[in-house]
């Protein structure tokens, strides 16, 4: 393995979580605001039974895929020495991935754009508070 050390300073690791903890906290203010302007957020895809997009199945889907990604960047981080640009890119296509259902689901044209803004909310949170928080 041609990796890096592993090893998290304290303020490192505290920053890792801090913006795990945002980015789900951040599709979390999204959806609020849609919900205020009135967004129904349901949505139907492929036959199957409506769906609603309630608070908590935000927080919770944000917080599992926030986690995922911290895990996938500390596996960059054993097995490269280039893991901030190589998470970075895998990240960023994990986002534009994420926009397929949005894109493919039936829903109001508010609703898709609060879903599609959630998506962005936790990317924007995520990929700059995890690369900072591992900056040499």
């Known amino acids: 393995m041609s990796g890096t050390s592993t090893t998290y300073s304290p303020t490192a690791r505290n920053q890792q979580m801090r913006a795990v903890a945002l980015a789900a906290v951040a599709p979390a203010v999204v959806w609020l605001v849609a919900k205020v302007a009135g967004a129904d957020m349901e949505v139907t895809m492929g036959g199957q039974p409506t769906m609603r997009i309630g608070l908590p199945l935000v927080v919770i889907t944000a917080l ?59 990317a924007a949170v995520l990929i700059p508070g995890l690369r900072r928080a591992t900056a040499a």
């Open 64 to 122: 599992v895929v926030s986690l995922a990604g911290w895990a996938a960047f500390s596996m960059l981080r054993r097995v490269t020495s280039r893991a901030r640009t190589a998470w970075t890119v895998l990240s960023s296509i994990v986002l534009l991935v994420s926009f397929g259902p949005v894109l493919s689901a039936q829903a109001s044209t508010g609703t898709a754009l609060a879903l599609a803004s959630m998506h962005l909310a936790v």
